[in-house]
């Protein structure tokens, strides 16, 4: 194998594997916890087979995942499902939209379990592909995983009111995730208001937490190939894969090589992804739309470019992300001006569950601000709606000193993106003729 061939088939090894080292890593991260709680206080984590769960929206401090969530209540479990199976504890949600999103190593979802698909309350077996096990009586149903690597990402929908914030703690108090071992048919609450502080690593003030180093990625890539069997018509990829690992371990010149391909790729391949512009598909109105969210099969472009721009997407039945970092002149949107976008009456967002419209910085992240306003949607019930019906938002500049300011999102100074969020969406999100509304730039 001579050095350009193997330079060629490095670089697809990269856009390829890089979802999956990222999975690898995170997992390696969160499982370190000795028992369930939250990372410096912010982050739920557990050990492996178990889960970690908020009780209020996530910390705007969090940079484990770009594009967080200030809608719904998270948790977050891994798994290794053909050693370990694990019991997941469905509480009954009543009318609250909810849904747990289990990924497999690719980061494709598995499994249906949420309001969308009717779930019923109760207990649910998630096992891997390879465990081979009596189910014990009592369990709901068995969810097949493709690989042994699996997370769990609860989310479930919470108003942004004292009321809401007070009803919803017995109801999470019972989501639950455990070993099978120690299933004897009795319902699990945990007080997770009460999670305590895992001391950790201080965050990462330049962004999200680095899940991916190109000069490890090689040493990693064995065990994803190892972790992650092909899918149909992956064979011949996997055996050129292995190959490559093979020559680079007999050949350090190689090796050296491979180390310098990925170092290239993370800046030519990977870096440009986290322009919205290059993630997904266009929507309208200089908007994009997520594409085969969660349900990626062998479309790595997408694969990839999710895992390093907003990792952790829904399916598109579940969730319709729409993200744009430019306004209606093709101009980057920038946190000191201030730009309107306006839902004409009736024209909001058709969902059967919420929607929300968010704002990052240029890292994707939440900017602290004195509001402690990120999003704003179905979850606010003072918005201020327009004299014709209609619900325009606006987002950085001043504060409005009008009643205005409650349909208002603070911003940085510098670069910024905004994001809209469909949960459930109906048939106008799924087919693509509801289309964004232009942002206009008004100061």
């Not at 009592?138 to 009321?163: E, N």
């Not at 609450?189 to 305590?196: F, G």
């Not at 990462?204 to 994803?224: H, L, M, N």
């Not at 090589?257 to 290059?278: G, M, R, S, Y």
Request: proline residues 9%.
């Amino acid at each position: 194998m001579h050095t350009g061939y193997a330079q060629a088939v490095a670089g697809m090894a990269y856009l390829w594997g890089w979802p999956i080292i990222n999975m690898i890593n995170r997992r390696a991260a969160v499982t370190q916890a000795p028992h369930p709680g939250l990372l410096n206080g912010v982050l739920p984590v557990a050990p492996r087979g178990r889960l970690g769960m908020l009780h209020d929206y996530i910390d705007p401090t969090e940079t484990f995942v770009t594009c967080p969530n200030q809608d719904v209540v998270y948790g977050l479990g891994y798994f290794a499902l053909d050693e370990e199976p694990v019991v997941v504890q469905v509480p009954d949600f009543d009318d609250r939209f909810w849904v747990y999103a289990l990924y497999d190593a690719r980061t494709d979802q598995i499994g249906d379990l949420g309001k969308p698909y009717a779930t019923p309350p109760g207990f649910y077996l998630l096992a891997g592909p390879n465990w081979q096990g009596a189910t014990p009586d009592g369990v709901q149903a068995v969810i097949r995983t493709t690989t042994s690597l699996a997370a769990i990402v609860p989310r479930v929908f919470m108003d942004d009111t004292p009321q809401d914030r007070t009803a919803i703690q017995p109801v999470i108090n019972q989501i639950c995730c455990y070993p099978l071992a120690e299933f004897d048919g009795t319902w699990k609450t945990t007080d997770w208001a009460a999670s305590p502080t895992i001391p950790g690593p201080p965050a990462d003030s330049e962004g999200e937490t680095t899940w991916v180093v190109p000069d490890k990625f090689f040493d990693q890539f064995a065990q994803a190939l190892d972790e992650v069997p092909p899918l149909p018509g992956e064979q011949a990829l996997y055996d050129q894969f292995r190959l490559l690992l093979d020559a680079a371990g007999n050949n350090p010149d190689l090796a050296k090589a491979l180390v310098e391909t990925a170092e290239q790729a993370e800046q030519d391949v990977i870096k440009p992804f986290f322009c919205w512009n290059h993630n997904g598909l266009p929507a309208g109105n200089g908007w994009n739309r997520s594409t085969h969210n969660a349900q990626w099969g062998v479309d790595y472009f997408n694969r990839t470019g999710t895992a390093k721009s907003n990792m952790f997407d829904n399916r598109p039945t579940e969730t319709q992300y729409f993200y744009t970092d430019h306004d209606g002149d093709g101009q980057q949107l920038v946190g000191a001006h201030r730009y309107e976008i306006t839902f004409p009456a009736g024209q909001e967002p058709p969902v059967d569950g919420f929607w929300s419209l968010t704002l990052y910085n240029d890292q994707h992240l939440f900017h602290p601000n004195d509001l402690g306003r990120y999003s704003l949607g179905t979850k606010n019930t003072n918005l201020l709606r327009d004299p014709d019906g209609g619900l325009t938002l606006s987002a950085g500049g001043p504060q409005p000193k009008d009643d205005h300011a409650s349909n208002w999102l603070p911003a940085p100074q510098g670069p910024v993106s905004l994001y809209i969020r469909a949960y459930w969406g109906q048939q106008a999100i799924l087919d693509g003729t509801w289309q964004p509304p232009e942002v206009r730039r008004i100061t």
